[in-house]
């Protein structure tokens, strides 16, 4: 049974993720450093291939990350670029806000970078 929802809840050292497969809105925010970033998104990403099945008719994720280390960084890839198969498939328009401090020039660089490589419209937003 698939649940129409996957909810975690923040931690120091792990973001709060929301993903609501039936707004088709999806937001990961906070501090992503999890000793290990693997077995801490798998669940998430299991939940994801169910969603891929029958996704909303528009996907939206919302990331706003004040830090992330270096395999956080890899699961984050592997989250934008399952987001590109769902929109490649045809089945969902997915866009992609990065959302980060005005005054962070490390996570706007970090949003700079992976804008870059994603396929999908990838919004960089600046919040105050």
Known sequence: ??????????????????????????????????????????????????????????TILNIQLDYFNSSSSKSIANLFMRLVQISKSGKSKVVINWLYNEQDDDMLEAGEDFKSIIEIQFNLVSIK
């Open 1 to 58: 049974m698939f649940d129409k929802s996957y909810h975690v809840d923040p931690s120091v050292k792990t973001p709060q993720i929301n993903f609501d497969a039936r707004s088709g809105i999806f937001e990961l925010k906070g501090r992503s450093l999890p000793e290990n970033s693997v077995q801490y998104y798998l669940p998430m990403f299991i939940w994801l291939e169910h969603y891929t099945l029958n996704p909303a008719p528009q």
